[in-house]
């Protein structure tokens, strides 16, 4: 108990610097950004249809199940939120000393587990924000996006990620919890694939590197799914895509992972990852990495 | 004799510069990574069968196409200025602006910063593009009767795709780099007030980002043509601009660079008291 709390106030160290910190700063607007940039398609959508009712404040569920780059911009600024992993600082070699390593990586791997938890929960709020003055509050998915559902694979629909199968199968505060739920597993699995890789080469660089990589891999998985190349299977290696509630498989055909098959792919990377980052840091250099 | 030592030591100062873009990865990094960017979207956009049919319209219209919708002029704008915009927060934060700026002088330390801000972005921006061109032309002619007849904000250089497409895409390749260096140099001269890497990097698309919005959705209606930034960074116009392609070319250009000048004079301004300390 005692070593969990000296690991949470390592962590929560880490996150009060947060408020200091440009590169933060810089995260939380790129995220803004690319929440205008989606939200704006739904409000144009709207405007073009003259609805007075405004949009429905759930169109987070489709940032991440469209082709477009809104999947991919709204993960980068998280590669840039945990680039400097194992988060090394002037200040590190002294609360190491303090105490054991195990804590303090312990304390670590929960800052990227808190931190991705922010992150979600701020990605979420901000495309609610972007839609201000234009929200229906609607407990149901709204006349907007009921539309753009039926007339999903004419131009822009597809890009927005405006599904059929998420609005005929999912209530909107189901699709809202189960996205933001797989989303923050995907980000602490992005989050600690950077720490282990970044605490193996005892660089900066390969980690976001190999972050990039999983998320382009995505990105690929996405267009080759949509080509109707027959590539489906390529979803079960990529786990970033499990974020995307629109992948997984709920009519049983198993062409794409299913839910059980999501939380035990997470749960077993995000716990064997952890242990690796914990066996890594007992031998681990510790190098001061200005991050600026 | 002391007109050529300053020669010289202008000359030295634009090689070292020159050379830390050229011989950087990241320079090289940069172009590939647009590449790619620019493949990618391509081809999702291809296989997803969305709303063009590629193959019969030719590389003018589809690149038009994808510089017209969403994050890719934005996303250019990034990368393009990705090795040459920390120039002088790197510079700062390592401590070698003492040793460059004593020898040469700090304005012509900074003027030569700007240029080679300009220079770096520009080829960049400007060797992506053409690979990407190449790449596209491998697969498809420059240009059907089909995509002809679909090429939609033709201004101002659109009457020139028919008979000769290469010089068309050339044209607008120069002016689009061009226009990245307007963001780039902006970039630069916020790092002399914020010497961060991780905000001077991403400053370029941020501020062409909001720009744009501030454009669109308030400016735009009572902006005349030969001041509608953006349209004329992307060179897809709904009106003629002066009627003379050459005319049209230079003035885009010269816009541009002037542009990319005058935020340079904010650069070398905040340079200049930043190393008078009188900026904290």
Known sequence: MKSFKI????????????????????VFVFLLIVNHYHASWFLDFSAGLGSKTGVAPWIFVFAFTGWDFVKIMMLLPLLMLFS???????????????CTRKSWCFGQILYIIFGSAVYVLISAFSSVLMLLGNID???????????????????????T????????????????FYTMLLLWFACIFIGLVIYVVNSITGSTGYGVFAGGVLIIFDFIQNMMRSSKLGLDWLSYFSPVSWSSIDLIDITGKRVTPDITFVFCGYAVLIIGLSVLALRISKKQEIKVVQDV | MKIEKNHSISRGLIGT???????????????ILAVLILLFTFCSKKFSGEQWEISCYGVCHDFFYLFYFGMMPKLIVLISALPVVTGFCKDWNTGYIRLAAGRAGVSKYMRHKVYACIAGTFITAFIALSIFTLL??????????????????????????EQYPYVYQFMRIICFSSFCTVWSVLGLALSAYIPNRYVVCASSFVIYYVMEQIFNNKVADYVPTWLSIPYLGITTLTTPLFGNVLLDFLYINVLFVGLALAAGTIFVHGAKRRMRNEII
């Open chain 1, 7 to 26: 690991s949470f106030a390592v962590c929560m160290q880490n996150l009060r610097k947060w408020t200091g910190d440009y590169k933060v700063l810089l």
């Open chain 1, 84 to 98: 400097n992993a194992p988060f090394i600082d002037d200040n590190q070699p002294f609360l190491i000393s303090r």
């Open chain 1, 137 to 159: 509050f609607n407990t149901d998915w709204g006349g907007v996006i009921n539309t753009a559902a039926k007339v999903a694979g004419t131009e822009g629909a597809v890009a």
């Open chain 1, 161 to 176: 990620g405006v599904s059929n199968k998420i609005v005929y199968y999912f209530s909107p505060f189901t699709a809202m």
């Open chain 2, 17 to 31: 510069n020159v050379k830390q873009i050229v011989m950087s990865k990241n320079f090289y990094t940069a172009i």
């Open chain 2, 136 to 161: 596209l032309r491998i697969i498809m002619p420059m240009t059907t009767e089909a995509g002809i007849a679909n090429l939609e904000f033709l201004y101002p250089f659109g009457g020139m795709v």
